[in-house]
């Protein structure tokens, strides 16, 4: 079983710029990857995904164009490029495994069977 695991995360001040990243105790070759994030109390959210091999994105409304998902397959890592950093953007950012190749817009928190930790993205005003 391949375990995702995120890091970069922490605390910037509104209008910065983080770059986290999602490596694999095995690897990702063959699997749609994704970001989801989640606030105490509220749903995962959806953030982005990406197809295998690369090529194809899809992103959540709310960081559309602010936020940019992109993969190495030679080093088996997933990135979530996030500029221009809002508060609302507050929460545990989840990287996740599809459990095939393809994903889309509407991708599903219950379409990828395998999470990593997360990591905390704190943004303050």
């Known amino acids: 079983q391949v375990q995702p695991v995120e890091s970069g995360g922490g605390l910037v001040q509104a209008g910065a710029s983080l770059r986290l990243s999602c490596a694999a105790s095995?690897?990702?070759?063959?699997?749609?990857m994704a970001w989801f994030r989640q606030v105490p109390g509220k749903e995962r959210e959806f953030i982005a995904a990406i197809n295998w091999p690369g090529g194809f994105t899809y992103y959540g409304d709310s960081v559309k164009g602010r936020f940019t998902i992109s993969r190495d397959n030679a080093k088996n890592t997933v990135y979530l490029q996030m500029n221009s950093l809002e508060p609302e953007d507050t929460a545990v950012y989840y990287c996740a495994k599809h459990r095939g190749p393809f994903t889309s817009a509407r991708a599903q928190h219950t379409d990828f069977p395998s999470w990593g930790p997360g990591t905390q993205v704190t943004v303050s005003s």
């Open positions: 095995g690897t990702f070759s063959g699997y749609a």
